[in-house]
């Protein structure tokens, strides 16, 4: 048993020895460490699982596939929350006003809301977001990037869900659905709008003349026609508008743009009006 312990002390004092030779224990530990390398970059990571998640990043590879709807994943962790819009699950819940989520992520920019909290401010305009995402999709508001691309008639987006919604014009998908009525629309948006024909709610009203309206932006519209107010201005020729609708379709003069196309022939149209009177002939 003496021998034993003598033998512990003798490996204990020699290895105390060795590192305290050239300055310290952490300074070794770090050679034993192994470091796994990107070769595209300069990432590193003592975990190759971490380095094979980067790699995915320069490759594209997306080997984590949804076997309900096809789409592909380059994280498992981005495949268990895309799985939840499938399930329903909304594990994620607000303290504070009891609203669930399906995403973390999503509930911390809810949170915000709660406390007003926008740390992202604009250095063009000084406009501020709760989400640095938020401020990267405002930014092209002012450098005029439209990165998303229809492949059916090259209109450009700004933002993805964008292109989502206009391409419905193409397919004709409408996958927002009236419990109350046959209806159906391709926006949320104008769901939440057609409901309000069935509750004949309207909680906007004008201070000028009582009008009263079931959107907030509705009423903003309605009260430029009291103040005579055109704040959407033409950069080709100075015409001005009292709403942003109107400016895009008078630009259609100047770009030729034809966004609304028919789904029987190759016609397309500037506007939706156009193509509606069109699809009588098909009828």
Same mark, same amino acid.
């Given at each position: 048993?003496?021998?034993?312990?003598?033998?512990?002390?003798?490996?204990?004092?020699?290895?105390?020895?060795?590192?305290?030779?050239? =300055?310290?224990?952490? *300074?070794? /530990?770090?050679?034993?460490?192994?470091?796994?390398? +990107?070769?595209?970059?300069?990432?590193?990571?003592?975990?190759?699982?971490?380095?094979? %998640?980067?790699?995915?990043?320069?490759?594209?590879?997306?080997?984590?596939?949804?076997?309900?709807?096809?789409?592909?994943?380059?994280?498992?962790?981005? !495949?268990?929350?895309?799985?939840?819009?499938?399930?329903?699950? *909304?594990?994620?819940?607000?303290?504070? +006003?009891? =609203?669930?989520? =399906? #995403?973390?992520?999503? !509930? %911390?920019?809810?949170?915000?809301?709660?406390?007003?909290?926008?740390?992202?401010?604009?250095?063009?305009?000084?406009?501020?977001?709760? &989400?640095?995402?938020?401020?990267?999709?405002?930014? %092209?508001?002012?450098?005029?990037?439209?990165?998303?691309?229809?492949?059916?008639?090259? =209109?450009?987006?700004? #933002?993805? #869900?964008?292109?989502?919604?206009?391409? &419905? &014009?193409?397919?004709?998908?409408?996958?927002?659905?009236?419990?109350?009525?046959?209806?159906?629309?391709?926006?949320?948006?104008?769901?939440?709008?057609?409901?309000?024909?069935?509750?004949?709610?309207?909680?906007?009203?004008?201070?000028?003349?009582?009008?009263?309206?079931?959107?907030?932006?509705? !009423?903003?519209?309605?009260? %430029?026609?009291?103040?005579?107010? &055109?704040?959407?201005?033409?950069?080709?020729?100075?015409?001005?508008?009292?709403?942003?609708? *109107? !400016?895009?379709?008078?630009?259609?003069?100047?770009?030729?743009?034809?966004?609304?196309?028919?789904?029987? +022939?190759?016609?397309?149209?500037? /506007?939706?009006?156009?193509?509606? *009177?069109?699809?009588?002939?098909?009828?």
């Amino acid at each position: 048993m003496e021998k034993n312990s003598a033998e512990k002390n003798y490996t204990f004092d020699t290895c105390e020895a060795v590192f305290s030779e050239n =300055s310290s224990l952490e *300074k070794h /530990q770090k050679i034993y460490t192994k470091s796994y390398s +990107c070769e595209a970059c300069d990432f590193s990571s003592s975990c190759s699982a971490s380095l094979a %998640r980067h790699v995915r990043t320069h490759t594209g590879e997306k080997p984590y596939r949804c076997e309900e709807c096809g789409v592909s994943f380059a994280q498992n962790s981005a !495949l268990k929350a895309h799985m939840r819009t499938h399930t329903g699950e *909304k594990p994620y819940w607000c303290e504070v +006003c009891g =609203s669930k989520f =399906s #995403q973390n992520s999503t !509930l %911390r920019t809810h949170i915000q809301t709660h406390t007003e909290v926008k740390p992202f401010t604009c250095e063009v305009c000084s406009l501020s977001f709760s &989400r640095k995402h938020s401020l990267r999709v405002h930014m %092209r508001a002012h450098t005029g990037e439209k990165p998303f691309c229809c492949q059916v008639c090259n =209109s450009s987006f700004s #933002q993805k #869900q964008h292109l989502e919604v206009h391409t &419905r &014009r193409h397919t004709g998908e409408k996958p927002f659905s009236c419990e109350l009525c046959e209806s159906s629309f391709s926006v949320k948006s104008r769901l939440r709008r057609h409901m309000q024909t069935h509750t004949g709610d309207k909680p906007y009203p004008c201070e000028m003349c009582g009008a009263s309206f079931s959107q907030k932006e509705n !009423l903003r519209k309605h009260v %430029r026609t009291h103040t005579g107010e &055109r704040p959407y201005g033409c950069v080709d020729c100075g015409s001005s508008f009292t709403d942003n609708s *109107k !400016l895009k379709r008078h630009r259609q003069i100047h770009t030729g743009e034809k966004p609304y196309s028919c789904g029987v +022939c190759a016609s397309a149209f500037a /506007q939706k009006v156009q193509l509606t *009177k069109h699809m009588q002939i098909h009828r």
